[in-house]
């Protein structure tokens, strides 16, 4: 069993920022992917940012030049940090991890940016 716990998250106002982090516990063999996703009220869960396990990141066109995502593999924690926050950035951000073809996700954690 593995656990994804996101911490990080809160209110903040447009052009600040905010960084998140997401540790994996359990029984973990040796995690490949890594990404955060994010979902709005009203709308579908979307992918903001991955990076594999060899540090390869992509990024959603959101979060370009405003996100990095990072991750320390020797302690399973994958970090995102987010700068110049806009309203539209308002979601639940979620953290994902792939081991053994398996998708895990945490449980979220509410990002709210207003003016």
């Known amino acids: 069993q593995v656990q994804l716990g996101e911490s990080g998250g809160g209110s903040v106002q447009a052009g600040e920022s905010l960084g998140l982090s997401c540790a994996a516990r359990?029984?973990?063999?040796?995690?490949?992917?890594m990404a955060w996703y994010r979902q709005a009220p009203g709308k579908q869960r979307e992918l903001v940012a991955r990076?594999?396990?060899?540090?390869?990141?992509n990024y959603a066109d959101p979060g370009k030049g405003r996100f990095t995502i990072s991750r320390d593999n020797a302690l399973n924690t994958v970090y995102l940090q987010m700068n110049s926050l806009i309203p539209g950035d308002s979601a639940v951000y979620y953290c994902n991890a792939v081991m053994l073809r398996r998708n895990y996700w945490g449980q979220g954690t509410q990002v709210t940016v207003s003016y």
């Open positions: 359990g029984s973990i063999v040796r995690i490949n992917r």
């Open positions: 990076i594999s396990n060899g540090a390869k990141t």
